[in-house]
């Protein structure tokens, strides 16, 4: 067999390609392969599919394949053009590639899989042998792709997050889909512009089938989604995590100060026990268990901060509104007369927000798929080693956790 026949049957490209001409240059690695048409063809005008005489050639491009065994394998042809009356003069789609592409549609699913495949983005460009803007490209395109393929779906249940992926770096907002884990808009900063965008994206039909919302305790994704939700309300519910990690930043503010003034009397009861009051007992190790219960036995100013704050995680456990809010009136009377001002603080805002705490008896959401979409996102960022431009991060990270369809057709 030629080489000619043999690439023809390979690469399978559909009439009326051939493959008129092989170059192998085994020195540089490479195999070059010359696809061409015969001439006094009429072809479709890629915006309206009216058959057109060729009105010239494009110059020569190339387009990356998949390699041949271990060569670089090129795509080499030069597209007919065709002068439509109504599109005027443009180049006819290749059935190898998209229009634009500088890869095979083959060679671009195989990057995109080698891509999800692997632990850094410089690990896939390694083994792919392409440089980083090259795969960059790829994922860029991908996501455009994915996006514009996106259909309007009613998104029933979203958690909204913020994160600072560098200290001392501006946040991004992030909405998540709880129901698929995904990623479905990021926004630099979090303000109430960050989310509004968000809903602004959507139709009056996906603004009014939003049935929950997950959030932080965040005056402007509160206003921003009492804006734009209808009867939000009723839907948002503050994410336990965050109301948890709420009160743990008042029992740890109660051990600072015990532990300061300990020490100044040359006490050491509370040296490196920060941890011991913030996990929950469960995620302790048996010592550290042993040692908790010690320190709980000791009158200590913290361990009652624990106590209270162990005793509200009773509060997701009811199911009716009135008993949790029942439930809420005992701890709250508890916490606000423990003469722990930390501890009276937190309780004082919950109950300024318990309306729409207690909104986890009906819908029981919490953000727990976008903490995970956080830890994903951490990934993403080791991956490129922090992606300097910010908009190149959100392509990452649509990419990876978008769930958007990103392959050519
Ligand atoms: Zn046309």
Redesign the pocket.
């Known amino acids: 067999m030629r080489d000619v026949d043999l690439y023809r049957q390979i690469l399978g490209l559909p009439e009326p390609w051939l493959v008129t001409d092989v170059n192998l240059d085994l020195n540089g690695g490479r195999v070059e392969v010359l696809v061409t048409h015969p001439e006094g063809l009429r072809w479709m005008?890629p915006?309206?599919g009216?058959h057109l005489a060729v009105h010239d050639h494009a110059a020569e491009r190339s387009w990356r394949h998949l390699d041949t065994c271990q060569l670089q394998t090129v795509l080499r042809a030069r597209v007919p053009r065709v002068n439509?009356p109504?599109?005027g003069v443009l180049q006819v789609k290749v059935p190898w590639a998209e229009p634009r592409g500088r890869f095979t549609a083959l060679m671009e699913r195989w990057i995109i899989d080698v891509l999800q495949q692997c632990a850094t983005i410089s690990g896939a460009c390694r083994l792919l042998r392409l440089s980083w803007d090259e795969v960059f490209g790829v994922m860029d395109r991908a996501v455009r792709r994915g996006q514009a393929r996106k259909k309007p779906r009613v998104l029933r249940q979203i958690g909204v997050d913020e994160k600072a992926f560098r200290k001392g770096h501006s946040y991004t907002t992030i909405v998540s889909d709880i129901e698929r884990s995904t990623i479905e808009y990021l926004a630099d900063e979090r303000k109430r512009e960050s989310l509004e965008g968000f809903y602004n994206s959507l139709t009056p039909r996906q603004r009014q089938g939003i049935q929950a919302v997950a959030m932080d305790m965040w005056e402007p994704y509160i206003t921003a989604t009492q804006a734009q939700v209808p009867e939000a309300p009723r839907k948002i519910v503050f994410d336990r995590f965050h109301i948890m990690q709420h009160v743990g930043q008042a029992v740890d503010a109660v051990r600072k100060t015990e532990h300061r003034a300990l020490r100044a009397a040359g006490d050491d009861t509370l040296t490196r026990t920060k941890y011991l009051w913030l996990h929950s007992q469960e995620n302790l190790t048996d010592a550290r268990r042993e040692q908790l219960s010690i320190l709980l036995g000791q009158n200590l100013k913290v361990a009652r901060a624990w106590a209270i704050k162990e005793a509200l995680r009773q509060l997701w456990d009811y199911h009716r509104e009135g008993w949790a809010r029942r439930f809420f009136a005992r701890w709250y009377f508890w916490a606000t007369h423990s003469r722990l001002e930390p501890i009276r603080q937190v309780a004082h805002m919950l109950k300024r927000r318990l309306d729409n705490i207690v909104t986890y008896c009906r819908l029981r959401i919490t953000n727990a798929v976008a903490e995970g979409i956080n830890s994903k996102l951490m990934a993403i960022k080791r991956r490129a080693c922090g992606y300097r431009n910010p908009e190149h991060f959100k392509i990452a990270a649509y990419f990876f956790c978008g769930g958007l369809d990103l392959y050519p057709r």
């Open positions: 005008c915006q309206c009216k439509c109504e599109h």
